[in-house]
Nanobody, 112 residues
Framework: QVRLVESGGGLVQPGGSLRLSCAAS????????MRWYRQAPGKEREFVAN?????NYADSVKGRFTISRDNAKNTVFLQMNSLKPEDTAVYYC????????WGQGTQVTVSS
């Protein structure tokens, strides 16, 4: 079965960086686009970045976040630089394969 496991979250000061990872299993990883979403307290889950044949980003993270993948390790990454307090959220990895699959999420808190 499809399994997605995020890691790498934590507490960081404004302007800092974090690198999130999502380890995938249960499907042919290289054949599927992978996405990152986030959900802040009291808000709906929102799209952050996508990597397939190309990469796409939400306007709010363009120029600061970079999505990448290692197909040999079945892992997708999200490098987050110049973090802002408004980036505070639970970050989720997603794949659509006959339906949406989600990981358990990893908490990112940006605060001084």
């Amino acid at each position: 079965q499809v399994r997605l496991v995020e890691s790498g979250g934590g507490l960081v000061q404004p302007g800092g960086s974090l690198r999130l990872s999502c380890a995938a299993s249960g499907f042919t990883f290289s054949n599927y686009a992978m996405r990152w979403y986030r959900q802040a307290p009291g808000k709906e889950r929102e799209f952050v970045a996508n990597i397939g044949s190309s990469t796409n980003y939400a306007d709010s993270v363009k120029g600061r976040f970079t999505i990448s993948r290692d197909n040999a390790k079945n892992t997708v990454f999200l490098q987050m630089n110049s973090l802002k307090p408004e980036d505070t959220a639970v970050y989720y990895c997603n794949v659509y394969r006959r339906g949406d699959y989600w990981g358990q999420g990893t908490q990112v808190t940006v605060s001084s």
